[in-house]
Structure formats: C-alpha cells, structure tokens
C-alpha cells in the first residue's frame, strides 16, 4: 500500500527528497516518517495531518526537514536539506487512521512502507 523511495548518498550539506505513495485511500489518512538508524530504535521524524494544515517535526530535523503531501496524486514527501551523517537511517513512510491518536509514537500508525536507505557522507 505504500512505497517509499528517494534514497541514496549524499554528502553532509546535501539535499534529498523522498516521495511515498499510496493507495487510493490515501486522503484517508494521516501520514508520517519515521527512521530507523543500525542498533537503535526506531524513531519519530515528522508527520502531516489529513488535509495537508498541520504538519509535526522532530526535534532533530525541525527546520531542515519539510513534509507534504499531494492528495490528488497520492503521495506524501519528506525533502531533507542541511543533511548531517547523524541523519543515516532507513527511512519509513507510515499512514495513521485513527483521529486523535499520537503523531510521535510509531505503533499509532496501521500501514507502514519497505523504507528506503539514506546515507550521509561527512
């Protein structure tokens, strides 16, 4: 149901961005990323509301890291910018149904994509 993609290698400094899509029940949901780095858990990077107004960032990557989405075309993206190393992680597009629940904890979320690999060169 969702397929994430955009990953790769880049140096500290660089830009990328990560496109999710999703089926046609997409505007159903909200959406989030998350990412996971070797030996640690899994953790929570941002997250966007049903209708695109309100949007949640992690510490860590607020004001660098922009999520949206495009309803109509069934995706949600996470562009990334000022990339650091400490940001190399498999990243994973999640859809969250229910109303109300947490947007940080990752077991909220119901459907979650492969991930994709980013790796930050120094």
């Known amino acids: 149901q969702l397929q994430a993609s955009g990953g790769g290698l880049v140096q500290a400094g660089g830009s990328l961005r990560l496109p999710c899509t999703a089926s046609?029940?997409?505007?159903?949901?909200?959406m989030g990323w998350f990412r996971q780095a070797p030996g640690k858990e899994r953790e929570f990077v941002a997250a966007?509301?049903?209708?695109?107004?309100?949007?949640y960032y992690a510490d860590s990557v607020k004001g660098r890291f922009t999520i949206s989405r495009d309803n109509p075309n069934l995706t949600v993206y996470l562009q990334m910018s000022s990339l650091k190393p400490e940001d190399t992680a498999v990243y994973f597009c999640a859809a969250k149904g229910r109303y109300g629940s947490s947007w940080y904890n990752p077991t909220e979320y119901d459907h979650w994509g492969q991930g994709t690999l980013v790796t930050v060169s120094s």
């Open positions: 046609r029940f997409f505007s159903s949901y909200a």
């Open positions: 966007i509301s049903w209708g695109g107004r309100d949007t």
